[in-house]
Protein backbone atom coordinates (compact mmCIF):
# COMPACT_ATOMS: atom_id res chain seq x y z
CA UNK A 1 0.00 0.00 0.00
CA UNK A 2 1.67 3.10 -1.31
CA UNK A 3 1.19 6.41 1.23
CA UNK A 4 1.80 9.94 1.48
CA UNK A 5 2.78 11.28 4.29
CA UNK A 6 3.00 15.16 5.26
CA UNK A 7 3.95 17.11 8.46
CA UNK A 8 5.63 21.22 8.92
CA UNK A 9 2.24 22.64 8.81
CA UNK A 10 1.40 25.10 11.77
CA UNK A 11 0.23 28.63 12.50
CA UNK A 12 3.07 31.12 11.68
CA UNK A 13 2.91 34.87 11.98
CA UNK A 14 3.15 37.03 8.34
CA UNK A 15 6.62 36.96 7.08
CA UNK A 16 7.46 34.17 8.95
CA UNK A 17 8.59 30.56 7.45
CA UNK A 18 7.69 27.19 7.62
CA UNK A 19 9.17 24.02 5.95
CA UNK A 20 6.54 21.04 4.62
CA UNK A 21 7.65 17.72 4.42
CA UNK A 22 6.34 14.22 2.29
CA UNK A 23 7.64 11.23 2.41
CA UNK A 24 6.39 8.16 0.11
CA UNK A 25 5.75 4.85 2.14
CA UNK A 26 5.32 1.05 1.10
CA UNK A 27 6.16 -1.02 -2.03
CA UNK A 28 6.73 0.34 -5.51
CA UNK A 29 9.23 0.74 -8.30
CA UNK A 30 10.13 4.55 -8.76
CA UNK A 31 8.36 7.71 -8.26
CA UNK A 32 7.87 10.24 -10.73
CA UNK A 33 7.09 13.72 -10.66
CA UNK A 34 5.89 14.71 -7.17
CA UNK A 35 4.14 18.52 -6.28
CA UNK A 36 2.63 20.30 -3.75
CA UNK A 37 -0.40 21.88 -4.26
CA UNK A 38 -2.96 24.09 -2.04
CA UNK A 39 -6.40 24.58 -1.25
CA UNK A 40 -8.26 27.48 0.79
CA UNK A 41 -11.75 27.14 2.50
CA UNK A 42 -13.89 27.92 -0.57
CA UNK A 43 -11.70 27.88 -3.50
CA UNK A 44 -9.92 24.57 -5.91
CA UNK A 45 -7.04 23.08 -5.47
CA UNK A 46 -4.44 25.04 -7.09
CA UNK A 47 -0.34 23.72 -7.69
CA UNK A 48 2.10 25.65 -5.85
CA UNK A 49 4.97 23.91 -6.69
CA UNK A 50 6.06 20.60 -8.53
CA UNK A 51 9.70 18.95 -9.77
CA UNK A 52 10.97 16.08 -11.45
CA UNK A 53 12.74 12.86 -10.71
CA UNK A 54 15.88 15.05 -12.25
CA UNK A 55 15.17 18.12 -10.22
CA UNK A 56 13.46 20.86 -13.13
CA UNK A 57 11.07 22.78 -10.68
CA UNK A 58 7.61 24.52 -11.26
CA UNK A 59 6.19 27.41 -9.37
CA UNK A 60 2.65 28.79 -9.41
CA UNK A 61 3.35 32.89 -10.03
CA UNK A 62 1.77 33.71 -6.50
CA UNK A 63 4.81 31.63 -4.73
CA UNK A 64 7.37 32.57 -7.79
CA UNK A 65 10.65 33.74 -5.31
CA UNK A 66 9.03 32.97 -2.15
CA UNK A 67 8.87 29.02 -2.10
CA UNK A 68 11.20 26.68 -2.89
CA UNK A 69 10.30 22.64 -3.76
CA UNK A 70 13.21 20.38 -3.44
CA UNK A 71 13.58 15.88 -3.28
CA UNK A 72 15.68 13.63 -1.82
CA UNK A 73 15.51 10.55 -4.01
CA UNK A 74 17.45 8.21 -1.57
CA UNK A 75 14.70 9.53 0.80
CA UNK A 76 11.56 9.65 -1.17
CA UNK A 77 10.68 12.60 0.14
CA UNK A 78 9.75 16.02 -1.10
CA UNK A 79 10.29 19.11 0.94
CA UNK A 80 8.62 22.49 0.36
CA UNK A 81 10.29 25.91 1.76
CA UNK A 82 8.18 28.62 2.15
CA UNK A 83 9.44 31.95 3.27
CA UNK A 84 7.93 35.44 3.56
CA UNK A 85 4.57 34.16 4.43
CA UNK A 86 1.35 36.23 3.75
CA UNK A 87 -2.16 35.19 5.02
CA UNK A 88 -3.09 34.66 1.43
CA UNK A 89 -1.16 31.48 1.56
CA UNK A 90 -3.50 29.86 4.29
CA UNK A 91 -4.83 26.64 3.35
CA UNK A 92 -4.57 22.92 3.27
CA UNK A 93 -1.69 22.28 1.44
CA UNK A 94 -1.56 18.31 -0.44
CA UNK A 95 1.48 16.21 -1.59
CA UNK A 96 1.27 14.69 -4.85
CA UNK A 97 3.51 12.18 -6.52
CA UNK A 98 3.09 9.96 -9.72
CA UNK A 99 4.69 6.67 -8.51
CA UNK A 100 5.04 2.90 -10.70
CA UNK A 101 3.62 -0.08 -9.17
CA UNK A 102 5.32 -3.53 -8.30
CA UNK A 103 5.09 -5.81 -10.27
CA UNK A 104 3.43 -4.00 -13.25
CA UNK A 105 5.14 -0.82 -13.52
CA UNK A 106 1.97 0.80 -13.86
CA UNK A 107 2.08 4.58 -13.24
CA UNK A 108 -0.08 5.94 -10.40
CA UNK A 109 -1.14 8.91 -9.37
CA UNK A 110 -1.13 9.63 -5.15
CA UNK A 111 -2.10 12.46 -3.04
CA UNK A 112 -1.61 12.86 1.03
CA UNK A 113 -3.95 13.91 3.50
CA UNK A 114 -3.09 17.40 3.32
CA UNK A 115 -1.15 19.29 6.28
CA UNK A 116 -2.72 22.89 7.29
CA UNK A 117 -0.92 25.94 6.96
CA UNK A 118 -2.63 29.11 8.44
CA UNK A 119 -0.68 32.38 8.19
CA UNK A 120 -2.29 35.13 10.85
CA UNK A 121 -0.83 37.73 13.22
Known amino acids: QVQLVESGGGLVQPGGSLRLFCAAS????????MGWYRQAPGKQRDMVAT???????SYADSVKGRFTISRDNAKNTVYLQMNSLEPEDTAVYYC???????????????WGQGTQVTVSS
Open 96 to 110: NADIRSIPLNRLNNY
Open 26 to 33: GSYSSIGA
Open 51 to 57: ILSRGST
